[in-house]
């Protein structure tokens, strides 16, 4: 069975500063993996996602995620914050096509101005 | 173009009770998930229809149920409702049962369960 982990459940950042967003996945082989950003009152929106090649992935608003497939990790980062991307991120695998995405329990990110 | 949508936008109900919550997908996608989102958890699959057929169930009990539209729309009802049901329901839609195309996501329904 996949499962996610994101060890860490609140993280304050200082606008302008660096963010990393940890999330360790557990899979028989190589997963699909997504990061998806929730904001209050809205949707679940998708900022990036790798399936195969190159394991640093770029994603919008920019966000990147580098895959580690001798750690089970693929973490998230952004080199400077802003105070819009305070919200609730999602690391998520899919283990296979057609497959049932599984969610981590989510990173809640509060921006400090 | 419209992405995904869902109705009603909120729901209060009573113990005991059944609801229906429905979802439009995207236009184009053909596949739709359900999944429910308890307050401070991330989201936990409740089941998957393609051609009108539940392809795939999470761990969630009978009193869950679906049905697929020939346009591909969704309903997801609930019977027998409990507490604990309170919750955010999310509707996603990709196009494709086999694909691994991303799947995009509605706003959610937020059921709260008196």
């Known amino acids: 069975a996949q499962s996610v982990t994101q060890p860490d459940i609140h993280i304050t950042v200082s606008e302008g500063a660096s963010l990393e967003l940890r999330c360790n996945y557990s899979?028989?082989?190589?997963?699909?993996l997504f990061w998806y950003v929730q904001s209050p009152g809205q949707g679940l929106q998708l900022l990036l996602k790798?399936?195969?090649?190159?394991?640093l992935v770029q994603g919008i608003k920019g966000f990147e995620a580098e895959f580690k497939r001798s750690q089970s990790s693929f973490n998230l980062r952004k080199p400077s914050v802003h105070w819009s991307d305070a919200a609730e991120y999602f690391c998520v695998v899919l283990g296979a096509a057609g497959n049932k995405l599984t969610f981590g329990g989510g990173t809640r990110v509060l921006v400090k101005p | 173009d419209a992405g995904v949508t869902q109705s009603p936008t909120h729901l209060i109900k009573t113990r005991g009770q059944q609801v229906t919550l429905r979802c439009s997908p995207k236009?184009?996608?053909?596949?739709v998930s359900w999944y429910q989102q308890a307050l401070g958890q991330g989201p936990q699959f409740i089941f998957q229809?393609?051609?009108?057929?539940?392809?795939q169930r999470g761990n969630f009990p009978d009193r869950f149920s679906g049905h697929q539209f020939p346009n591909y729309s969704s309903e997801l009802n609930v019977n027998a409702l409990l507490l604990g049901d309170s919750a955010l329901y999310l509707c996603a839609s990709r196009e494709g049962f086999t694909s691994t195309d991303t799947q995009y996501f509605g706003p959610g329904t937020r059921l709260t369960v008196l």
């Open positions: 229809y393609y051609e009108e057929e539940e392809r």
């Open positions: 790798y399936f195969s090649g190159d394991t």
């Open positions: 236009s184009g996608h053909d596949t």
């Open positions: 899979y028989g082989a190589t997963p699909y």
